[in-house]
């Protein structure tokens, strides 16, 4: 007997029409087939303006999208020209420029609207590193001239301050700046983490106060979106609490920038967008409860240990699956996306394909007009908070005569500073991919340390990547608040310096168990290299002369590393057999590393990580997104390491020299290009293997949901692990074997790059 009704396949995915509160043009949300989302599943929903405001057109652009969405023949880049015919060009805009928008290198953006000059120019280029709050952005105010309370260009806070690259190239006459942008998934991703957060929070009946601020501030505090959407007010008190206002220390820390500053009507408009956000988020929070609570028939509340774990894993998918938690991500993100129409009209705003902001250019003669403009994408005034750009920002490069006022010399010089390192328990963890991909490309590596604590596990990540990566030439260190370095002891400038001499010698002695002989030439050439400032927050003018004469020695150290550097050829002669050793410490290593971090066996002072911090670095590594880590969780970078550390105590003995060396100084310096030809080799190697190369297995790891998805996927992290670094042992798989042979192909590359010799041991045979 047959069925009646109407039996026709719903589409699998569908356009609808809104309009946002204020706006009087409509807009189209879809999701698109072709794309992922936040959660890795396919479908990201989109939503895109129509530049249309009758409702009539809007509801026949919809029809049309639908009909897209209906046939997968449309779903081809090639047939895009013929869908603008016939579905009009907002319509096929909305879909296709989605897919056209790939991976985009925001470095090379910058690079071909603005060049960095190199040596050859006659340039010397300064990386800086060091740990947030260390002062590394204080201490390039004075080398281009910053005021830091008339100008506060780049910003600085006792906190995590510099998220973005900051690129400054110190000549010509007039001034030049881009700026570049995060992709909009990061910024969507990001957003989607602040909602599950304050979600979470909202389980326990926390403030408003308290949801408020893990929707507008990410854990890692990278995208700090208060700065975008308005500062919460606690109780909608526009002045906050009093009782604790110690008063400025200086007019810039309470000084807004000027045109940036928000009025109080202003203020008031966007606490109403942020009161609605927070209410949004409490209903769906508690909505959400009561359907979990129903389908366990518990309150999950009241479930401690593992069974909270698993039903808080069971509440975010359930969350995740509401269509009001998308729709929460998608206003936000419109509203971000609106801040970017308060750009001064000044500069030249280009978009992605998508709609989504990439790079901001601005060039003027003015240098007071220059600073008041680029502060618009760098500062941190909480009085303009609403309006600024700067947590959306992934890099700035000025051009322009910002030199110091402490001296009349004129350096040439590209100033590059980045995200501070933030604060490790130990040494065991590695610094970001996104800082030493740039060692083999800069004449000083600067490490940047706080005299009052100094050398502490970051600055030795440092010390011990440089050294084991050849770099050990190129590493300086500028000790800052050695003003507050007192006691009775250290009655003398001498007595003070031995002070922090002797620590930075502590630590190199320590890295001498897994750097070896690397570290060993380091030792007496850094202390040479050493810069002990303070006071450096005041006025260059104000700056006590002791620190004057430290900050030209810097600069003395700058102007020599433009000068080439001749290289002997002596010719190491390697047999890499013996890399196989090498290969299984490096790679056993790694695994007893993440083998704790991810539960499976205990490691001293290596803590398991919470379920929820693995879940948010395989969500980046399945989508592609930024440096491939999540806060301090690092598996290329930590992979990278560790073989770096293997190799160089690999190449620590050649079997012989084809032109023996005269000095040990010549040894190390000859071993050492080699050690940089490696380390640069060994990022590409590990990022294809470890994350480039298991994509669909970062897609399934993070894909696990429901009961028991924390342990799933710590079991298919460590398959990764396993397979793209596998353990040789004395039966060695296929995968071991290509795993050795990629790295000893390289390494063998990197010898001969550096006139060195790869040979085969002679095998003794029995008489």
Same mark, same amino acid.
């Given at each position: ?27 189209? &949300?879809?999701? *698109? ?14 939503? /895109? ?81 060091? &740990? ?39 000549? #010509? ?18 957003? *989607?983490?602040?909602? &599950? ?62 045109? #940036? ?39 999950? %509340? ?9 039903? $808080? ?19 936000? !993100? ?41 502060? @618009? ?119 003070? /310096?031995? *002070? ?25 050439? !850094? ?71 991810? #539960?499976?066996?205990?490691?001293? #002072? ?12 395989? /969500? ?62 060994? *990022? ?30 710590? $079991? /298919? ?21 290509? @795993? ?24 003794? %045979?029995?008489?």
């Amino acid at each position: 007997m047959g069925t009646t009704g109407n039996t026709e396949k719903k589409p699998a995915y569908t356009a609808s029409k809104s309009r946002s509160e204020g706006r009087s043009a409509w807009a189209i &949300t879809f999701r *698109h087939p072709l794309r992922k989302d936040a959660k890795g599943k396919q479908g990201l929903k989109i939503r /895109r303006g129509l530049k249309t405001t009758v409702e009539a057109e809007a509801d026949q652009l919809v029809v049309n999208m639908n009909e897209l969405l209906a046939n997968q023949e449309w779903w081809s880049l090639s047939r895009r020209a013929e869908a603008e015919k016939r579905f009009g060009e907002a319509v096929a805009s909305a879909f296709y420029d989605v897919i056209e928008e790939g991976k985009t290198d925001s470095r090379a953006v910058r690079e071909s609207e603005l060049p960095l000059p190199s040596r050859e120019d006659g340039y010397a280029k300064v990386l800086f590193v060091g &740990t947030t709050g260390a002062g590394k952005t204080t201490l390039l105010r004075h080398l281009i001239g910053s005021h830091p309370e008339n100008d506060r260009f780049p910003s600085t806070s006792t906190a995590k301050t510099t998220i973005s690259d900051i690129e400054i190239i110190l000549g #010509g006459d007039n001034y030049r700046a881009i700026v570049t942008f995060f992709a909009e998934n990061s910024t969507r991703t990001a957003i *989607h983490e602040c909602l &599950t957060e304050a979600c979470v929070a909202a389980l326990t009946g926390v403030s408003d106060d308290e949801i408020a601020d893990l929707l507008l501030n990410h854990k890692d505090q990278k995208f700090r979106f208060s700065y975008v959407l308005g500062q919460w007010q606690p109780n909608g008190d526009p002045e906050g609490d009093e009782d604790w206002d110690f008063g400025s220390t200086s007019p810039a820390d309470s000084a807004g920038d000027g045109d #940036g500053d928000l009025d109080g009507q202003e203020r008031r408009r966007l606490q109403t967008a942020l009161e609605g956000y927070v209410a949004r988020v409490k209903t769906l929070s508690g909505r959400t409860l009561e359907s979990l609570n129903s389908t366990l028939e518990q309150d999950i %509340r009241t479930l401690d240990g593992t069974e909270r774990e698993a039903a $808080l894993s069971m509440y975010e998918d359930e969350l995740q699956a509401d269509p009001e938690f998308d729709e929460i991500i998608a206003d936000i !993100l419109e509203a971000v996306l609106a801040r970017f129409e308060l750009i001064a009209p000044t500069g030249k705003l280009e978009r992605r394909k998508s709609g989504w902001p990439e790079k901001w250019v601005f060039s003027t003669d003015d240098r007071e007009a220059f600073i008041s403009t680029i502060k @618009f994408f760098s500062s941190n005034a909480a009085a303009s908070f609403g309006r600024l750009l700067t947590p959306l920002v992934d890099g700035i490069r000025v051009h322009g005569p910002l030199y110091p006022e402490f001296t009349r010399r004129r350096v040439p010089l590209v100033l590059l500073d980045g995200q501070g390192l933030g604060h490790t328990p130990d040494v065991s963890g590695a610094i970001s991919t996104h800082i030493t991909e740039q060692f083999n490309q800069v004449d000083v590596i600067l490490l940047v340390d706080n005299a009052q604590n100094p050398v502490q596990s970051s600055p030795l990540s440092v010390i011990r990547f440089a050294a084991t990566g050849g770099y050990e030439r190129k590493l300086a260190v500028a000790f800052t608040h050695f003003d507050q370095v007192q006691g009775i002891n250290l009655p003398r400038y001498q007595d003070k /310096r031995n *002070h922090v001499l002797a620590s930075l010698k502590n630590g190199i002695a320590s890295l001498r168990a897994v750097a070896g002989s690397a570290v060993s030439s380091l030792e007496t050439k !850094l202390y040479g290299r050493c810069f002990m400032l303070g006071a450096i927050d005041r006025p260059s003018e104000q700056l006590p002369n002791g620190p004057k004469q430290e900050l030209d020695r810097l600069l003395d150290l700058f102007e020599a590393s433009r000068a080439p550097v001749a290289q002997a050829k002596m010719g190491p002669v390697y047999d890499t057999a013996g890399l196989m050793f090498a290969v299984q410490t490096a790679a056993d290593d790694f695994h007893r590393l993440w083998n704790a971090r991810l #539960g499976f066996t205990w490691q001293n #002072g290596i803590d398991k990580e919470h379920w929820t911090r693995v879940k948010a670095l395989a /969500r980046r590594l399945a989508l592609q997104m930024d440096n491939l880590e999540y806060d301090n969780l690092r598996p290329v970078a930590d992979l990278l390491l560790r073989l770096q550390e293997a190799i160089s105590r690999f190449l620590d003995n050649p079997m012989t020299w084809r032109s023996k060396p005269q000095t040990k100084e010549e040894e190390v310096e000859a071993i050492n290009v080699i050690r940089q030809e490696v380390s640069t080799a060994l *990022h590409n190697l590990v990022r294809v293997r470890l994350a480039d190369g298991q994509l669909q297995n970062w897609l399934a790891a993070f894909d696990e949901s429901g009961r028991g998805s924390a342990s799933r996927r710590a $079991l /298919r992290m460590r398959g990764i692990y396993e397979d793209a670094a596998p353990v040789p042992g004395v039966i060695i798989t296929e995968t071991a074997s290509q @795993f050795l042979d990629d790295v000893r192909g390289m390494v063998h590359s990197a010898i001969e790059a550096a006139d060195g010799e790869v040979r085969s041991a002679p095998v003794k %045979r029995p008489s």
